[in-house]
C-alpha cells in the first residue's frame, strides 16, 4: 500500500497498569481517527498494525516479529524497559513534533531485517531485560 492509501487510525490499546485511561477516552470522542482498546488482543491489534509506538515495552518485541515497523517513544520517563532503536530495530523520537514528522512519512521508519531480529532475540540482553521487566512489574 502506499502511503495515500492508509487510513490513518490511531488505536490505544490500554495498558493493565495506564493511568491516563480516560483522557485517552476523551481524544478519542473527540477525534474519530483515534480509537481506544481493551478487549482486543495486542497480537490480533499487531497483526494488522503498520506502526507500533512504544515508549518501554515487551510488545516491541511482538512488535518486530509481526513485521509492524516500530517507533520508541523515548520521554525519559521510564528507566524500566528496552530502548530497541539502540539495537537499530527502531527509529527513536523524544517528542510530539518528531513524532508527527516521522508519521508523516511511514517509509521513513527503520525497518530492521529479520536476520537483525534474529541476532537482538538469540543475545542475552533481550532474556536479561525480560527477567528485569518481570520482576518490577
Do not use: C, M, W
Not at 492509501?5 to 491516563?20: A, C, E, M, T, V
Not at 495486542?42 to 511482538?62: A, C, P, Q
Not at 514528522?101 to 536479561?128: A, R, W
Amino acid at each position: 500500500y502506499s502511503q495515500a492509501n492508509i487510513s490513518n487510525i490511531l488505536i490505544h490499546k490500554i495498558h493493565p497498569r495506564d493511568k491516563f485511561v480516560s483522557e485517552i477516552e476523551q481524544l478519542a470522542k473527540k477525534y474519530k481517527n483515534i480509537k481506544v482498546e481493551q478487549l482486543v488482543s495486542t497480537t490480533e491489534l499487531l497483526k494488522t498494525s503498520l506502526v507500533t509506538i512504544i515508549i518501554r515495552s515487551t510488545v516491541g518485541l511482538e512488535a518486530l516479529i509481526s513485521g509492524s515497523k516500530l517507533v520508541v517513544y523515548n520521554n525519559r520517563s521510564q528507566s524500566i524497559g528496552f530502548n530497541y532503536a539502540n539495537y537499530g530495530l527502531a527509529t527513536e523520537v523524544s517528542n510530539n513534533n518528531e513524532l508527527n514528522k516521522l508519521l508523516s512519512n511511514i517509509e521513513s521508519i527503520k525497518t530492521p531485517s529479520n536476520e537483525q531480529i534474529e541476532y537482538y532475540i538469540k543475545t542475552k540482553d533481550i532474556i536479561k531485560n525480560l527477567e528485569y521487566v518481570i520482576t518490577k512489574s
